[in-house]
C-alpha cells in the first residue's frame, strides 16, 4: 500500500520517485510541453494528484521572467460595460492557460500609474487597459507600458498619441447619424450633455455631434460639462431651459449622463419627447430604466473583450519567446459597429445608422 504523502513535502523528486522517472519527465508531463506519451502523462498526473503535489507557478515564472498572467486595468467593474468586459476576456484567456491579474483604476491616473507599475513588476504576459482618463497621466502611463517590451492593447478609451494594438468603436458615425435623425423629424436646438471638457473634447462622439449639427444646419445652444460622479444634474440642465431658446433635443455622451438628465427633466417638469428629446449612448440604460425607453447607441462589450484578447494572444508565444514585436506585425487598429437602439425618449424617428 502507498503511504501518503503531505502535500507540504511532496516535490517533483516525489513524483518521479513513484512513477519510476526522471524529474525532467514529470515536468513535462505536467507543464505539457516537451516529449512525452499519453500514457506516461495520465500516470504521472494520478500520481501528482494523489500525493498532492502543486506545481509552483512562482518558482517557474522566476525561471521564465514571466508568469502566464494578463494584466487587466479597466476604470471600474460596478459599470456593467466594465463587468461584462473583463468576464468576457477572462473567458478567452482561459481557454489559452491564461490567467488574469485585475486592477481597478477608479478613473484615477495615479492608481492607473501605480497599477501599471506594479504589473510591469510582476513580469505578466501582457497587459490589456482601459484608459481611465485622457490626461497627460494616462497618456505618461500608457507611453510606458507601450516601450516596455510587454504585449499591450488598448481598448475603448484610445489615446492617440500612444503607439499600441487598440480596439474602439465607430461612435464618431453613430452620433453623427443621431443627430442627423432628430434634425430630421424636426429638432432643431440642441444641447450636449458630457463630462469633464479635457476628457470629452476629442471624444468620437463629440466630434460626431459636432458634425451632426453642422450636417443638418440644426444649432447647438449648449455643450454642458456635467461630473459623471456628480448625484444630480438638475443645476447643470436648468439654465438650457431659462433663456429664450430652449433646447429640444438632449444629446448625452453616455448612457449614465442621460439617466441623470432624465431624472432632472422629470423634476424641471419638462415633458419628454414632446418638449424636449433625450439620448444616450452606451447601451445600458434601458437595462434599468423601465418607465421610459430611451433612444442610446448601443456598444457590445464582449465584442470588443474578444477583439482585444484576439490581439493580446496575437502578441504572446506560449511555445517560446513571449512577444511578437510590433515591427513584425504592425500595430492594429480595430473599429467595432454600433447601431443605433430607438426609443421612446425622441418619438418617431427614422433610422440613421
Not at 520517485?17 to 502523462?41: F, H, P, W
Request: proline residues 4%; charged residues 25%; positive net charge.
Amino acid at each position: 500500500m502507498r503511504t501518503a504523502i503531505s502535500s507540504k513535502k511532496a516535490s517533483m523528486q516525489t513524483v518521479a520517485d513513484l512513477a519510476g522517472t526522471s524529474v525532467m519527465t514529470v515536468s513535462r508531463a505536467i507543464s505539457g510541453k516537451g516529449n512525452c506519451s499519453e500514457d506516461t502523462r495520465e500516470r504521472i498526473l494520478k500520481i501528482a494528484s494523489d500525493v498532492g503535489y502543486l506545481p509552483n507557478r512562482l518558482g517557474k515564472g522566476l525561471m521564465e521572467n514571466r508568469i502566464d498572467t494578463v494584466g487587466i486595468i479597466v476604470p471600474n467593474i460596478i459599470h456593467s460595460f466594465f463587468a461584462t468586459f473583463v468576464y468576457e476576456l477572462e473567458e478567452r484567456l482561459a481557454r489559452e492557460n491564461l490567467n488574469m491579474f485585475l486592477c481597478c483604476s477608479h478613473d484615477n491616473p495615479d492608481m492607473e500609474a501605480k497599477k501599471a507599475q506594479m504589473l510591469l513588476e510582476y513580469r505578466v504576459s501582457g497587459i490589456v487597459m482601459v484608459p481611465s482618463l485622457r490626461s497627460k497621466a494616462s497618456a505618461r502611463t500608457a507611453k510606458k507600458l507601450s516601450s516596455s517590451g510587454i504585449p499591450f492593447v488598448m481598448a475603448d478609451r484610445i489615446i492617440g498619441s500612444v503607439d499600441a494594438d487598440t480596439v474602439s468603436w465607430e461612435s464618431e458615425n453613430a452620433m453623427k447619424a443621431l443627430v442627423e435623425s432628430l434634425a430630421k423629424s424636426g429638432r432643431r436646438n440642441f444641447a450636449y450633455i458630457a463630462g469633464e471638457k479635457n476628457e470629452w473634447e476629442k471624444r468620437g462622439r463629440t466630434r460626431g455631434f459636432r458634425e451632426g449639427i453642422s450636417s443638418s444646419g440644426a444649432r447647438c445652444i449648449g455643450e454642458i460639462c456635467c461630473p459623471m460622479d456628480c448625484p444630480d444634474a438638475t443645476e447643470y440642465i436648468r439654465p438650457l431651459f431659462s433663456g429664450p431658446v430652449r433646447p429640444d433635443a438632449i444629446c448625452c455622451a453616455t448612457d449614465i449622463h442621460a439617466d441623470k438628465v432624465l431624472c432632472s427633466l422629470k423634476k424641471l417638469k419638462i415633458k419628454i419627447p414632446s418638449e424636449t428629446a433625450l439620448t444616450g449612448f452606451g447601451g445600458i440604460i434601458n437595462s434599468h430604466n423601465t418607465k421610459l425607453s430611451v433612444t442610446t447607441v448601443r456598444q457590445d462589450p464582449a465584442l470588443m473583450a474578444r477583439k482585444a484578447a484576439e490581439l493580446i494572444l496575437s502578441r504572446i508565444n506560449p511555445s517560446g519567446d513571449m512577444r511578437v514585436t510590433a515591427s513584425k506585425i504592425g500595430y492594429r487598429h480595430i473599429k467595432l459597429p454600433v447601431y443605433i437602439e430607438y426609443g421612446r425618449s425622441t418619438g418617431t424617428l427614422k433610422a440613421g445608422l
